[in-house]
């Protein structure tokens, strides 16, 4: 019933399921699907009925089994909690229990009066304490990502975090979405244009009033090359968000309702639940679901950062009719465009931003990314021109050049950081990483090797000293911002790749890829320990600041910043040692839970999981104990 232990993920393997969904779901809808298992299921409106459980980025489906018609049970902003339960199922034979995965979803919904009250309000649902919690037995995952985990777990049979959700919506777990419905639904936008993308924050520059619409710039517009690094995060962040009202900006359409999430708190609502009995013991469902789960919370938070926002309803924009054939079309071209041997600096920067913004759109983009190794390995070997030292001499001592080197290396490392999220049901990303497993080490020290940047030369003339201040200053100053935008983009792709490896340590995929063999890797390299720093100096910088809260983009990097230091203290003995050595006085006076409560809200959907994963790192700290391998 469920997918190959060894490939570890469920692939679509089923045509006819395949083919009913590709049938009766809206072409953005199919492709949005991550993965669908065979599975019994029980809830208030299900008993012990054989299904197929379909799970897309938002929403969990259920389908008869041979499929019939399909509905929408779950939206992913309604989960409450995930948790796989120890227990013996009667009604399964002794057999099937011994191999019985018990999954049980807690979701929140509000009643039907308050629903009616607020009709046609969405809103991003946040987290909040789960009070009561059945007193069943729940699996303990001590090698599993520490988001889904409770706060402080108060028994082995209550570890599982519990997230409490507020909205407007009503529930749809009774409604079935035939399929004229379907074919409304749209998850993604889409265009059949290819975008004009943003080729650095250097090179292009957006202006707008206030509610008005800004434009994309044109990479040919600028022909003289980039000119200085404006503030553009200050600027975007003044430039208020307006939705289209196009059904293909679900995510757009939500975070313009950020600043009403919590203007009805006093909303009635009640819990359900939703049991999956999987009669396997490599189905990795369990894992997908947790995943999703949480990519979808990162994405929650971010859409409250005005800067995320605008860049992503820039990205968006004009809408067309979805269609696959010209998402694949597109691919290719850019793909092709990219690979010619002539292309400047310039034009690789401007088709990377373009296969971004694509990316940002439709996520077949990513599957078509990893289809194959080439591009991948195209731009890691693309970074290592540049870093962490350029090969091109000139760059060794011209500091607008080596600016925009960083530049197209950021948008390198970002698009690289996209096409990780949100994949891992994608087999051929794991076939991919594991056949070029030395292209993605060599992208591992790059990551962790901090951009060398030229130094000033001395200048003996009294006027030339004059005039060449101000430039100096101005390049300094840009090339440090990029040193740390750099670092800050590297630690989300490095995040992505720990849980690359903490599957192969759950046993999902090949167990080529294991968390302590990447440390181990990485603790032999030098470089790491400069990264390790920069990492708890950040951290202290985040935390020591007086009366002033975390961006929700600052908020999700420190979750990600977290869950590198965790994976250090873990399973890096002598990482482990180093932090413990060396910032033990920052953890004790810098970096601790009031300093943590005051400068993340509560409102980040990503708070508690922080808060959690920030526990586990203190304990790893105080303690000396054997480090796992």
Known sequence: MASPAGSGFPARTNSRLDAFLRRHLAPEVYDAIRAYEPCIVVSDSEKHTLKYLVLSDQLIYLTENPPKSIRQVVAL????????????????????????????????????????????????????????????????????????????????????????????????????????????????????????????????????APGEAVSLPSCATNTKGPKGLPDHKDSLREIPFKCNGNGNDFYLKNSSLASSLQSNPNLERKESELHLFIISTTSPIFLHLKSSWNNYIIKATLLQDPLYVSELSLAIGYQKPYRSEEKIKHFSQLKSELFLKDNTLRKILCLITELKVAAQKNFILKRLFWKTSDLFCFLVNKLHEYLPESRDKNALQNKSQ??????????????????????????SRLNTLAAKKGTLFNLLVILISKPQIPKSCPVFDTQLVADS?????????????????????????????????????????????????????????????????????????????????????????????????????QYSKPLAEYIRNNYREEFRYFIHMPALEKRVPLCYPITQPTTQLFREVLKLVEQKQCVKC
Not at 495 to 523: D, H, P, R
Request: charge should be neutral; hydrophobic fraction near 35%; charged fraction near 25%.
């Open 469 to 569: 201040t101000l430039a100096e200053i101005s390049l300094d100053a840009e090339l440090q911002k990029l040193i740390l935008e750099y670092t800050d983009t590297a630690t989300a792709l490095l995040y992505e790749i720990l849980l690359v490896f903490q599957q192969g340590n759950l046993g999902l995929g090949s167990t080529k890829f294991a968390i302590s063999w990447m440390m181990s890797f990485l603790q032999s390299h030098p470089p790491i320990v400069t990264f390790v720093d920069s990492i708890v100096k950040q951290v202290v910088k985040g935390l020591s600041a007086s009366f002033q809260l975390l961006g929700p983009s600052q908020a999700v990097l420190l979750y990600q910043q977290f869950y590198i230091l965790k994976s250090c203290l």
């Open 402 to 427: 080596r600016a925009d080197e960083l530049v197209a290396c950021i948008e390198i490392i970002q698009t690289l950081g996209l096409m990780f999220r949100e994949t891992e049901t994608e087999s």
């Open 77 to 208: 902003r309604d989960v409450v909690a995930i948790d796989l339960i120890d227990d013996y199922p009667e009604f399964l034979s002794p057999q099937d229990r011994e191999t019985n995965q018990h999954i049980r979803i807690i979701y929140s919904t509000v009643l039907k009066k308050e629903c009616e009250k607020s009709k046609g309000v969405r809103k991003l649902l946040l987290p909040f304490h789960h009070a009561n919690a059945n007193n069943k037995k729940v699996k303990e995952e001590n090698n599993g990502p520490v988001f889904w985990r409770g706060k402080e777990p108060k028994s082995l049979d209550e570890s599982s975090l519990r997230y409490h959700r507020e909205s407007n919506t009503p529930s749809k777990d009774s409604t079935v979405c035939p399929p004229s419905d379907l074919k409304k639904l749209s998850l993604h936008g889409q265009s059949a244009l290819r975008p004009l993308p943003t080729p650095s924050r250097r090179s292009c520059q957006s202006t707008a």
